[in-house]
């Protein structure tokens, strides 16, 4: 499934270290895109696995994760406003 992931950390006592570990979590799994969004194509497996090693660093009382699922990318209509910078493009 096709899959992107938004991610909010607050800044608070931790939050630059929860920051980090959920940075480099989802870049395990999937294509940084902006600041804190990611993308890319998943099995249900991988998604499962994203969200274990996420709940370990997410701080359920201040932190928050979205993520939106889909079919196939083709579903998806994508528009870049301002600069474009697809590096989904990159992969073969």
Request: proline content about 0%; hydrophobic content about 35%.
């Amino acid at each position: 499934m096709y899959c992107i992931l938004i991610y909010d950390i607050e800044m608070n006592e931790g939050g630059a270290k929860a920051a980090r570990n959920v940075f480099k979590t989802c870049k395990k799994y999937m294509t940084h895109i902006q600041k804190s969004v990611f993308e890319g194509e998943l099995t249900e497996l991988q998604c499962m696995k994203l969200n274990g090693e996420l709940a370990k660093h997410i701080r359920k009382d201040s932190d928050s994760v979205i993520i939106f699922k889909s079919r196939n990318e083709r579903w998806l209509d994508k528009e870049f406003w301002g600069l474009e910078d697809n590096k989904m493009s990159s992969f073969i």
